[in-house]
């Protein structure tokens, strides 16, 4: 069976912290895609990053960087420096070929605080 | 990047009665969509999978019935709760994508739909 864990579920944090959220998964496909998704307040998902199972590089995007670990199973998310604007709910996703079903964490919310 | 609308942005409806939400994508030709709903401080769950032209595929659970897809065309498709209930209740949220086929292709998502019924 196909699952994504994230075992945070509330995070809060002062402005300018670091802070990383993290995403497990389990699949027994070879072929996946992993993503992450930012929903603020408004509700309407944000897409961040998308990974496949064969590219097992890290990523950074300005104040963002993932950690992708086949070996632990494991698609962490880092936000460098954080800022109130980062405060939202954050989705991690296990996208399996074929299939096309998107399995969705349970989401971790990050309060940043002033 | 690719824009999904959805409309209405909120509905309040009385029990018994349908509603319907589209879902369009406004500067690319989706051959999938895709509905999920979210009940407060919870995930996405998968509804159905729409691939235009054909019958939607629903997730366990999921009523027919109850959800009706519509995939008509390449840029809409619409979901009708029919008879709603309080339990109905939700965040309706779709998404699309460019190609059909394999899980590299990125969902875009609409803005949501938040159905109250009384």
């Known amino acids: 069976a196909q699952k994504v864990t994230q075992a945070q579920t509330e995070i809060s944090v002062v402005e300018k912290e670091d802070v990383t959220l993290d995403c497990v998964y389990e699949?027994?496909?070879?072929?996946?895609?992993l993503f992450w998704y930012k929903q603020p307040p408004s509700g309407e998902l944000v897409f961040l990053i998308r990974?496949?199972?064969?590219?097992?590089q890290n990523e950074i995007s300005g104040r963002y960087s993932w950690n992708f670990q086949k070996s632990t199973s494991s698609f962490n998310f880092t936000i460098t420096a954080s800022q109130v604007v980062d405060s939202a709910v954050y989705f991690c996703?296990?996208?399996?070929?074929?299939?096309?079903?998107?399995?969705f964490g349970a989401g971790t919310r990050l309060f940043v605080k002033a | 990047g690719a824009v999904v609308s959805q409309h209405p942005s909120w509905v309040i409806c009385k029990s018994g009665t349908s509603v319907k939400i589209e879902c369009r994508s406004l500067d690319f030709q989706a051959t999938t969509m895709f509905w999920y709903r979210q009940f407060p401080k919870q995930s996405l769950m998968l509804m159905a999978t729409?691939?235009?032209?054909?019958?939607?595929?629903?997730e366990q659970g999921v009523e027919k019935d109850k959800f009706l897809i519509n995939h008509a065309s390449l840029t809409l498709s619409t979901l009708t709760v029919t008879s709603a209930h309080p339990e109905d209740s939700s965040f309706y949220i779709c998404?699309?994508?460019?190609?059909?086929?394999?899980?590299?292709?990125?969902?875009?998502f609409g803005p949501g739909t938040r159905l109250t019924v009384l």
């Open positions: 699949t027994r496909d070879t072929t996946y895609y």
């Open positions: 990974r496949n199972s064969f590219d097992e």
């Open positions: 998404s699309a994508t460019l190609n059909r086929g394999n899980g590299a292709d990125t969902q875009y």
């Open positions: 996703a296990l996208t399996l070929t074929g299939g096309f079903k998107t399995i």
């Open positions: 729409s691939n235009e032209g054909s019958k939607a595929t629903y």
